[in-house]
Nanobody
Framework: QVQLVESGGRLVQAGDSLKLSCAGS????????LGWFRRAPGKEREFVAS???????LHADSVKGRFTISRDNAKNTVYLQMNSLRPDDTAVYYC?????????????????WGQGTQVTVSS
């Protein structure tokens, strides 16, 4: 059983940068594909980025060029560097882990989830 704990969310201003972290425990971290999702008020959970076991990243079009996912298997941690933040990036951000060997962009494909961390971007 893998446990995931996100941290780093807070209130920032438009244009600011923020780095989220997600620490994992209870499994061999390097074996998992990892993802970041977000849920804005009144909206469905949406894919933000993923990174597979071979360190290949994938970013949603809405964040491409602004957000970067990375992982440090030695620290059992996945990161989301967010630059040029906009008010529409406001959401609860979740990290997730997937046992299957390929990456995925839909929430149901992931096996484990963190509790989420709130990011609020003011204009």
């Amino acid at each position: 059983q893998v446990q995931l704990v996100e941290s780093g969310g807070r209130l920032v201003q438009a244009g600011d940068s923020l780095k989220l972290s997600c620490a994992g425990s209870g499994g061999t971290f390097s074996n998992y594909n990892l993802g970041w999702f977000r849920r804005a008020p009144g909206k469905e959970r949406e894919f933000v980025a993923s990174i597979n076991w071979n360190n290949r990243p994938l970013h949603a079009d809405s964040v491409k060029g602004r957000f970067t996912i990375s992982r440090d298997n030695a620290k059992n941690t996945v990161y989301l560097q967010m630059n040029s933040l906009r008010p529409d990036d406001t959401a609860v951000y979740y990290c997730a882990a997937r046992r299957a060997p390929s990456g995925a962009t839909i929430p149901s494909a992931y096996d484990y989830w963190g509790q989420g961390t709130q990011v609020t971007v003011s204009s």
